[in-house]
């Protein structure tokens, strides 16, 4: 693999790095001089070249070419090196590793002023690449067959080096018995059992006998319960044969007890000689003895060849880390579509792969940001890691108990509630109506008012305790770990890190804190977001408003006569509503392309104290009641796909919606369906950051499904150009296709972002992400207000 590293003008090409022997990376001849797990380095075996460039801050990659395929350098003679068929580590805004940018601009100084050797360059290169680099590196569905040849080869070698194994096997076996026969002979020709007899002998060879001896009394005391466990099987024997049997058995048992005397004899003779401190100083003159020498000869040549087989056996091991995380990936791919290669454990900085022992601590230098607020977390007698669980174990315990509390209220109800209800509904004098049995939207308010009332304040509560206690332990963690490394002349070289250990220190915390969190937000907007679905059940995508000409060409095909028809049978005034909503999404953006979004999204985001309410059409004030009959009946027309509903005009709209024309066309479930899978891996993560990626993932594949579509049949690319407005109605479009358990978790981690995502993320692409999935339940929420306002 070839490594090229840019900073301005500065660049420098790195060849010949690899997985030495599948099991050891290297530059060159340069072996790493540290152990680290291999398994992460199975990239190098499909990567043809990576280029770092530190003024855009991305990574680029090329996998090698298959069979038959020439390989292609990178143009190093351009200004950026950034080649064609590459693929970024980063997307744009995505990138918070500043650790490895200036690691690298570091490395390339010195590389400029000839202050390291070839050894400390190859060190330092294995080092950024193991630490930042490789575990970044995504692989997609394309990879497979790369992987598959890779997987092939390392196999071939663990079936090499299995060979040299068993064959370095027998050959220690063959010295072992020819040992154990010498002892023997050596036993009945000496007298072993004298100490007169030993203080003669060397020491050394004393020594090793003693080893053996014992070795052999532990094997041959197995032997003897096994022997003894035969006579017992076989005593109670009535036939001649079977007595003949049990003699035999018998009479080895006895030369095998015989044996172990003796070598206990021995045994204890030797220790008197050269361990017990009463004795052993009793020495003679050493009499020199050809045998013992040839003795220590043999047993030093099977030591050296044990040692040659364990490290075998390690390399093998390493290998088989190798093949396992290959295997994994494979699979992941062939499942999900992409992968990163490895699975991290929660509860320390290990992942599925590793076979190293775990004590091997990495030495400081090795040492990322993040695993140092990890060691520090996971030690445990440190004052930020006592804070950390005192912390995760007040707010599970708060959390808990407030659920349990609510619960039980919940559970209880007024006894004279029963007979008020009944006189509303037999005299029409009384209306009983429950909060949950109802929403209540004003013009002016935002999501947060949308939350349970009973609620509120306590999920207030709990959000500000997390912000301030993350606050508060980074700061905390800043002045704990070690960050020489990172500073210059008493400052520090990049203002990125707060940030950094304000995320490793969110992971951590949410890690342990995210599942009673989760069930809190659940049960705070599970209400609001179940109304919501009940009411998307009922209604066609055309009534909600989404009629994209696009959308309609794409999708629906040859059917677009039946989809226009369908519309003219909906309500008029629903219509003009729809019409009415759907262009005031483009009263402040108007019809901006991507890049145009990005830029005012920039531009402004300072100036945006929150999230962008999508106002009603009607300034009115008004409460909107939903009929209970009414929403039971809706839940009982969900059917499979949870899209469905019981009218058949809405019913019939959104199966032409959703429909393959003439078996080749892909259907809209099928082209949102990479998004609605980093929607579901969003409420399943447990970090905020990292649900906010997700989100992020999720809103560049819809960007990426709708131009694709939205270009077919275009004449020019300019048609093809996809504005926010559309983005929009495919994220809407997505939305309806999620099942209602679905529905209802986003919606809640939805607000949870939004109220624990860290302050210096605003104005980020993921802040940009989170808005447009905000603006689709509110365009959603907003259409549930209108339409009812007018069916009223």
């Not at 005034?573 to 909503?581: E, F, P, Q, R, T």
């Amino acid at each position: 693999m070839n490594l090229y590293l840019q900073h301005g003008k500065k660049l420098s090409i790195i060849s010949g790095i690899h997985l030495k022997n599948f099991n050891t990376p290297a530059v060159e001849q340069i072996e790493i001089d540290h152990t680290v797990e291999p398994a992460i380095w199975f990239k190098t075996l499909i990567i043809n070249s990576v280029l770092i460039e530190c003024d855009v801050r991305n990574v680029y990659w090329r996998e090698k070419c298959k069979h038959g395929e020439p390989e292609t350098a990178f143009d190093t003679e351009s200004t950026r090196v950034v080649p064609r068929m590459t693929r970024a580590v980063y997307d744009e805004g995505d990138c918070e590793d500043f650790e490895l940018f200036d690691s690298v601009v570091k490395l390339l100084n010195k590389i400029e002023s000839k202050s390291l050797s070839e050894g400390q360059r190859a060190q330092e290169i294995l080092r950024i690449l193991h630490l930042y680099v490789l575990p970044e590196i995504v692989l997609k569905l394309q990879d497979v067959t790369l992987l598959q040849d890779a997987l092939e080869n390392v196999e071939h070698s663990i079936g090499i080096i299995s060979e040299d194994i068993q064959r370095k096997d027998r050959g220690i076996c063959l010295t072992e018995n020819s040992l154990r026969t010498q002892r023997d002979k050596l036993f009945s020709l000496d007298n072993f059992e004298s100490e007169k007899y030993l203080i003669t002998c060397n020491d050394n060879f004393l020594r090793e006998v003693l080893v053996d001896v014992e070795k052999d009394i532990e094997s041959m005391n197995y032997e003897l319960e096994s022997r003894q466990a035969e006579v017992e099987r076989i005593r109670d024997a009535v036939t001649d044969e079977g007595k003949e049997n049990l003699k035999k058995i018998r009479n080895v048992r006895d030369d095998i007890f015989l044996s172990i005397q003796k070598y206990q004899s021995v045994r204890e003779t030797i220790k008197n000689v050269t361990v017990r401190e009463n004795r052993s100083k009793r020495r003679s003159k050493i009499k020199p003895n050809v045998f013992h020498e040839i003795y220590l000869e043999l047993k030093g040549r099977l030591m050296k060849e044990k040692k040659i087989v364990k490290n075998c056996c390690d390399q093998k091991l390493k290998i088989a880390s190798v093949r396992e995380a290959i295997a994994q990936v494979r699979d992941e791919l062939l499942q999900r579509g992409e992968s990163y290669g490895f699975e991290t454990s929660r509860d320390g900085p290990g992942t599925s792969t590793d076979v190293l022992e775990s004590s091997d601590e990495k030495p400081s230098k090795w040492q990322t940001v993040e695993d140092k607020v990890k060691g520090i977390l996971f030690d445990g007698s440190s004052g930020p890691a006592l804070a950390f669980k005192a912390f995760c174990d007040s707010v599970t315990t708060k959390i808990t108990a407030f659920r349990k509390e609510n619960e039980f209220f919940l559970n209880s109800r007024d006894p004279d509630e029963t007979s008020i209800k009944g006189n509303g509904e037999d005299n029409d004098e009384f209306v009983n109506i429950s909060y949950l049995d109802s929403i209540a939207i004003q013009h002016s308010q935002t999501l947060d008012n949308r939350i349970s009332s009973g609620y509120r304040p306590f999920t207030n509560a709990i959000k500000e305790d997390i912000l301030k206690h993350i606050e508060e332990q980074s700061q905390w963690l800043m002045t704990t770990i070690d960050i020489d490394s990172y500073m210059e002349k008493g400052k520090i070289l990049n203002v990125e890190l707060p940030h950094k250990v304000w995320i490793c220190y969110e992971v951590q915390l949410y890690g342990q804190i995210m599942n009673p969190l989760a069930k809190l937000y659940y049960d705070s907007y599970s209400d609001v977001a179940n109304k919501l679905y009940e009411f998307l059940l009922k209604k066609s995508l055309l009534e909600l408003g989404i009629d994209e000409s696009w959308l309609n060409e794409e999708c629906i095909g040859s059917q677009t006569g039946q989809f226009e028809s369908i519309s003219e049978t909906c309500s008029s005034a629903v219509a003009k509503k729809g019409a009415s909503l759907k262009s005031g999404l483009s009263i402040t953006l108007g019809r901006m392309t991507l890049d145009e979004l990005y830029q005012s999204a920039k531009n402004d985001c300072q100036d945006i104290p929150s999230f962008i309410d999508c106002p009603l059409d009607d300034e009115s004030n008004s409460d909107v009641f939903y009929d209970q009959e009414e929403s039971k009946s809706n839940r009982s027309s969900l059917s499979e796909n949870g899209l469905e509903k019981s009218s058949d005009i809405n019913e019939n709209n959104r199966a032409s919606l959703y429909a393959k024309v003439s078996g080749e066309e892909p259907t809209i479930n099928e082209v949102l369906q990479p998004a609605g899978k980093e929607l579901d891996h969003c409420v399943e993560t447990a970090a905020v950051v990292e649900k906010l990626k997700c989100m992020t993932r999720a809103y560049r594949l819809v960007n990426r499904k709708v131009t694709k579509l939205k270009s077919r049949n275009r004449r020019s690319s300019i048609e093809g150009m996809v504005c926010c407005d559309e983005i929009l109605s495919a994220s809407i479009v997505l939305l309806t296709l999620l099942r209602k358990e679905n529905f209802v978790q986003l919606y809640s981690h939805l607000n949870l972002m939004i109220d624990l995502m860290p302050s210096f993320l605003t104005g980020s692409v993921h802040d940009c992400s989170l808005t447009n999935f905000y603006s689709s339940f509110q365009y959603l929420t907003d259409k549930m207000v209108s339409i009812n306002r007018v069916s009223r």
